[in-house]
Nanobody, 125 residues
Framework: QLQASGGGSVQTGGSLRLSCEAS????????MGWFRQAPGKGREFVTA????????IYADSVKGRFTISRDNAKNTVMLQMSSLQPEDTAVYYCAFRYGEVVVSAMRRESEYHVWGQGTLVTVSS
């Protein structure tokens, strides 16, 4: 139900844009999130966006460098990543939950109902 794309290899300071397309007709009712898992580490929250796109939240580690957006007409959520650092190397996962949730709760993996397969981002120094 979720297909992420756009991963690849980039040098430090570079940019990448990830996309995640959802199937179905209810995309505008989903809260969307991005998480990542670095090699040897647990999965961590990156960013999330509300159903309307008006509310967003970011992990401190990516604030000011990453931007989440969504296009409800295309059932797609995007993650624009800039000023990439080697520590951003990870498999990036998109996920959605049915319905709205308070902004603070968007950070929690447990709030999400459906997960995509992940796309690998590698940042080399």
């Amino acid at each position: 139900q979720l297909q992420a794309s756009g991963g690849g290899s980039v040098q430090t300071g570079g940019s990448l844009r990830l996309s995640c397309e959802a199937s179905g007709r209810s995309f505008n009712s989903y809260t969307m999130g991005w998480f990542r898992q670095a090699p040897g580490k647990g999965r961590e929250f990156v960013t999330a966006v509300s159903r309307s796109g008006l509310r967003t939240i970011y992990a401190d580690s990516v604030k000011g460098r990453f931007t989440i957006s969504r296009d409800n007409a295309k059932n797609t959520v995007m993650l624009q990543m800039s000023s990439l650092q080697p520590e951003d190397t990870a498999v990036y996962y998109c996920a959605f939950r049915y319905g709205e949730v308070v902004v603070s709760a968007m950070r929690r993996e447990s709030e999400y109902h459906v997960w995509g397969q992940g796309t690998l981002v590698t940042v080399s120094s």
